[in-house]
C-alpha cells in the first residue's frame, strides 16, 4: 500500500467512522490519544516488523494543504467544533 493509499483511507475510515459519535458526545482525551496512536501507525507502516522514520512532524500533518499540511483533522477540536455547531442550531432555530 502506497503512502497515498494510506492517506486517503485515515481521512475517510478515521475521521468519518467515529464523525456519528463524536458529533453528539464530547470525547475523551484517551479516546483522542488512541485514534492518534492508530493513525500513526497505519500512516507510518502499521504491521511492518521494522520500524519506520516518520520524516514528516505529525502536527505539520494537520495543517491544510495550502500551508503544506495534509489536511487531517485534529479529533478534539473537531468534535468541539461540531458540539458547538449543534449547540449554536439549538439555539437559533425558529419553531413553527
Do not use: H
Not at 17 to 25: A, E, H, R, T
Not at 28 to 39: A, D, G
Request: glycine content about 6%; overall charge positive.
Amino acid at each position: 500500500m502506497s503512502l497515498t493509499d494510506s492517506i486517503c483511507l485515515i481521512k475517510s475510515v478515521f475521521t468519518t467512522i467515529p464523525l456519528f459519535y463524536i458529533s453528539f458526545f464530547k470525547v475523551s482525551k484517551s479516546f483522542c490519544k488512541s485514534m492518534i496512536s492508530i493513525q500513526r501507525r497505519f500512516l507510518w507502516g502499521w504491521g511492518k516488523d521494522n520500524k519506520t522514520i516518520p520524516w514528516v512532524s505529525w502536527e505539520n500533518l494537520f495543517k491544510p494543504k495550502q500551508e503544506g499540511g495534509l489536511g487531517f483533522k485534529d479529533i478534539r477540536k473537531f468534535n468541539v467544533v461540531i458540539l458547538a455547531k449543534w449547540k449554536w442550531r439549538l439555539m437559533t432555530v425558529e419553531e413553527g
